[in-house]
């Protein structure tokens, strides 16, 4: 298994330009969630979804969307990237009944 | 909902002495604290994580204790080894299973050697 993986792993993006990032799990794991890390603030929670075709949001999800087609599949788009935007972002997964989240290995993005 | 705060931000030991992270939580209703582990450039992994109804647990050199009352939990390491220094995260959830962690901003461990 290849765990959680995500898709790419660094990105530099201009003001306004749009990207989406994929985080994909081979776990068959119902949640999935998208976190983004800065220096001294912790993991803030953008979006999540419990399962196939739902989404919610988190603590930080403005200028972000995302959508959950594929059970395996989560897509975190951001429409018109800020240089607030310039984060590291974590995916990260867990089955149903079990509490633990598996993360994937992080997305640098820099905006400028 | 819930808010998670986490102290100290940084903390420096030296080799072979104790650590001790500490965390407060708002909601009463939270019953789920794991501790997750980040070194360097890698990803958050869980170390140890408590329920509620357990007041005290133990895994080799870490341990994390819980009161309810007070709303705090606390993340002991004992006989700290180089390889310890990461940045450790508190976490708390509620009893669904739709609600998700709150994360606290996250411990900066450095051991000495």
């Known amino acids: 298994n290849a765990g959680v993986t995500q898709t790419p792993k660094f990105r530099v993006l201009k003001t306004g330009q749009s990207m989406t990032l994929l985080c994909a799990q081979d776990?068959?794991?119902?949640?999935m969630y998208w976190y983004r890390q800065d220096p001294g603030m912790g993991l803030r929670l953008i979006h999540y979804s419990v399962g196939e075709g739902t989404t919610a949001k988190g603590e930080v999800p403005d200028g972000y969307n995302v959508s959950r087609l594929k059970k395996q599949n989560f897509l975190l788009g951001l429409e018109s990237a800020a240089p607030s935007q310039t984060s590291v972002y974590f995916c990260?997964?867990?089955?149903?009944?079990?509490?633990?989240?598996?993360f994937g290995p992080g997305t640098r993005l820099t905006v400028t | 909902g819930e808010n998670v705060e986490q102290h100290p931000s940084t903390l420096s030991v030296q080799e072979g002495d104790s650590a001790v992270i500490k965390c407060t939580y708002s909601d009463s209703a939270s019953n789920y604290f794991p501790w997750y582990k980040q070194e360097l450039g890698k990803r958050p992994q869980l170390i140890i994580d408590?329920?509620?109804?357990?007041g005290e647990k133990k895994d080799q050199r870490i341990a994390v204790t819980l009161n309810k009352t007070a709303k705090h939990f606390s993340l002991h390491i004992t006989e700290t080894q180089p390889e310890d220094s990461a940045v450790y995260f508190c976490?708390?959830?509620?009893?669904?299973?739709?609600?998700?962690?709150?994360f606290g901003k996250g411990t900066r461990l450095s051991v000495i050697a």
């Open positions: 408590i329920r509620s109804n357990v």
């Open positions: 776990m068959n794991h119902e949640y």
């Open positions: 990260a997964s867990r089955p149903t009944g079990v509490e633990e989240q598996y």
């Open positions: 976490a708390a959830s509620a009893p669904s299973g739709n609600t998700p962690l709150v």
